[in-house]
């Protein structure tokens, strides 16, 4: 079986490269009546004398004789017994002990018989297990097995005949196992006790082969002519007749060479038509061809598993890119696709786009208008605002006089307090853009500009130089979004459209109002002077900032239009015509309200009088009102400034601010430093494909070999 040799080593080379299992060749073991000739069969396919042979039951426990291809300059090394040989052989009992004898090896195979199966024709299914190791055989693993037998003899049990027939079955009905089939010609056979027990595991025949030997014992005046061309028994892959040593040729050591010469010779003589198709070489030849279909059927999948891999070499190493030969227009060529790259993101342009999370410009619109709205639309517009801090503000504003209106500053200030409130979500919305900016830098490197990994020092100077250029522009956006609040503070702008329109809202009602408070003055004038003159100082004026109240109506416009317009009193101008009332109807609680409010500097919880009640409503509608308008502004601005002072100045100036900062002569060389495992991976993955190519090539060739 040499011929599987080169063609089991060069698929070797291949299994090697590619890592996958080596092909496991299909056992072969032989079956047949004691005595048969399955021993001489084996060992005849071996070429080597190493079997018990013999009439009687011989082969009394399974033997696997494992074949193991070895270089002809490992047979030495191996050799620690110190002999010089290139076939040795090794038992799996005596351990490391090194067989170099033949003849030795058959003694112990006789000799470990005897130990488990006792001296006395018993039989065990222990196997012994021999590895032959010789640069002359292909991996191939050959079963030896007892015959089958009917009466037990010596020490065999009665049900000998089922003993060995489980025995066999157990080797023989794993499907990767070709059966040699052995019938003596002797014997009738249409009886073959061996066929019969093969087609039990093999009914299709798919895997069995029948050997007839003993072809030089047949009667005289017979011939196995019939069963060798399968007239007697039809054997899908064949018949082979061979003609193995007898006894006396075992006794006066005839060597197989010389047995494989006679036996040419009387098949020649015997059955000259069908010489070529007989012998022990022919069966050689025949269990190498049902080898090689083997390994051919296993031939596609390898096929594909290296196309696969070729496949991903060519890809990792074009990854690699091609040495640098001219420096300084890889340099730009580099850091221009990495400024086209991170600006692509931006826009959403990119060649590669994540699938896995919101990326690049699709981020910072998420910021703007999810997370940045969102926060600001929580803001409530009273929030941090107690009815207490109204009521305060508003006493506050109104200094030692006691108040009849709601002072205007109080409202400013209130209002004021409440837009703050907005520049702290503002500044963090800049600094979540520019986190986003920040990561855009990696997502380039890592899935857009891979040929950077081969330098990463030019990586690094890169992430460095666009981190500054963003880090630089971050105190001015900052700064925008800090001003943009500040401008809304500066000035409060109260004939705002949208906050005058509510404003106009109101005037018609406090006209209304004022006429009614017109018509009951006569009856209330008297009350208020009686009352005293400081508090009715106010109440006079009163009547002359309201009638000029027009002017003021446009600042201190009233809160929510249609609110107010539903209810009048919710409003400065109905505060002032209550203010009137309210002394007119009791002068002496206004007086006593003030005192109170004296005496309790420190405001603490406790329930409003009416009046006060409506000051905070008041001044609470305008807030709101007012703070909607600015947080509207600020939702709209921020952005703006936002995508002005950072993201678009980053963009437009990333490219200039690499080129200026890394396109140096100077830099050139440090730069563009390929990292140290790169210039050796890329050789790998070179010779790997390389490799792989020619694996590729030597399974082609052995697919249109001959063999075949
Ligand atoms: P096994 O029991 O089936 O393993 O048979 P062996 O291989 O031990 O052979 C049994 C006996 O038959 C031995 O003495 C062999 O020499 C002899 N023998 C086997 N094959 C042939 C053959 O083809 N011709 C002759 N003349 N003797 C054979
Ligand atoms: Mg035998």
Request: charged share 25%; glycine share 6%.
């Amino acid at each position: 079986m040499e011929a599987l040799i080169p063609v089991i080593n060069k698929l070797q080379d291949v299994f090697n490269t590619v890592g996958a299992d080596i092909i496991h060749l299909p056992q072969i073991a032989v079956v047949g009546t004691q005595s048969s000739g399955k021993s001489s069969v084996l060992e005849s396919l071996v070429g080597r004398d190493l079997l018990p042979r013999g009439t009687g039951i011989v082969t009394r426990r399974p033997l696997i004789l494992q074949l193991v291809n070895v270089d002809p300059g490992d047979a030495r090394k191996n050799d620690d017994s110190g002999r010089e040989g290139d076939e040795w052989g090794k038992f799996l009992h005596t351990k490391n002990q090194i067989f170099t004898d033949f003849e030795e090896i058959r003694q112990e195979i006789e000799n470990e018989t005897a130990r488990i199966s006792g001296n006395n024709k018993g039989i065990s299914d222990d196997p012994i297990h021999l590895k032959i190791f010789s640069p002359h055989v292909v991996n191939l693993t050959l079963v030896d097995l007892p015959g089958i037998t009917k009466v037990p003899v010596g020490d065999q049990p009665n049900d000998i005949e089922v003993q060995i027939k489980d025995l066999i079955l157990k080797h023989i009905s794993n499907p990767n196992c070709i059966i040699l089939a052995v019938t003596a010609a002797n014997t009738d056979m249409a009886t073959s006790e061996a066929l019969k027990v093969a087609r039990e595991v093999d009914p299709d025949g798919r895997r069995t082969l029948a050997v007839v030997t003993k072809l030089d014992l047949m009667d005289a005046g017979t011939d196995a002519m019939d069963v060798l061309m399968g007239r007697v028994i039809p054997v899908k892959l064949g018949l082979i007749g061979v003609v193995n040593r007898s006894q006396l040729d075992i006794n006066n050591k005839k060597s197989v060479a010389d047995a494989i010469r006679d036996e040419h010779a009387f098949l020649q003589k015997k059955y000259p038509s069908l010489a070529n198709r007989n012998g022990t070489k022919y069966l050689a030849r025949t269990l190498n061809r049902l080898l090689m279909h083997h390994i051919r059927d296993c031939l596609p999948e390898l096929k594909t598993r290296i196309n696969v891999l070729a496949a991903q070499y060519q890809s990792l190493l074009s990854s690699y890119g091609e040495p640098v030969e001219d420096q300084s227009a890889t340099l730009l060529q580099l850091i221009t696709k990495f400024a086209t790259e991170y600006c692509n993101t931006i826009e959403g342009t990119a060649k590669y786009i994540e699938t896995a999370e919101l990326c690049g410009g699709a981020r910072i619109c998420y910021i703007f208008h999810e997370t940045f709205g969102r926060t600001l639309e929580s803001v409530d517009p009273l929030g941090g605002l107690s009815t207490i801090d109204i009521l305060t503000a508003i006493r506050n504003a109104t200094g030692p006089r006691p108040s009849l209106f709601v002072p205007e500053i109080s409202f400013e200030l209130l209002v004021k307090k409440q837009v703050k409130r907005l520049e702290e979500p503002s500044l963090r919305c800049v600094e979540l853009v520019h986190e986003e900016m920040q990561r855009i830098i990696q997502h380039c490197s890592n899935y857009s500009t891979q040929e950077l990994q081969r330098f990463p020092k030019l990586h690094e100077a890169i992430v460095e130089v666009v981190t500054c250029l963003l880090r630089k522009r971050l105190p001015i956006t900052n700064e925008m979004v800090h001003n943009l609040v500040a401008i809304e503070l500066a000035y409060i702008n109260t004939k705002h459209p949208d906050f005058a329109d509510a404003c106009g809202v109101m005037n018609n009602n406090i006209e209304e109002q004022r006429r009614n408070r017109m018509r009951e003055l006569p009856a209330a004038v008297p009350r208020d002077k009686s009352v005293g003159k400081g508090p009715a100082g106010p109440t006079v004026v009163s009547g002359e900032p309201s009638a000029s109240g027009a002017d003021m109506d446009g600042a201190k416009a009233p809160a929510t239009g249609p609110q107010g317009e539903q209810d009048g009193t919710g409003n400065w101008r109905g505060m002032l015509k209550k203010g009137e009332e309210a002394p007119g109807s009791g002068p002496g609680s206004p007086l006593k309200g003030v005192v109170n409010l004296l005496d309790v500097p420190v405001p603490v919880a406790r329930k409003l009088s009416s009046r006060e009640q409506r000051d905070c409503e008041v001044i609470e509608r305008l807030i709101k009102s007012y703070f909607l308008i600015v947080r509207k502004n600020i939702q709209d601005s921020v952005p703006k400034a936002v995508m002005h002072f950072l993201v678009n100045h980053v963009k437009d100036s990333l490219q200039s601010e690499l080129v200026g900062q890394l396109y140096k002569s100077g830099l050139l060389n440090d730069l563009l430093t390929e990292s140290e495992d790169m210039a050796q991976r890329r050789k790998e993955a070179a010779d790997m494909l390389q490799a792989l190519q020619k694996a590729s090539q030597v399974i082609a060739e052995i697919r249109e070999t001959h063999m075949w």
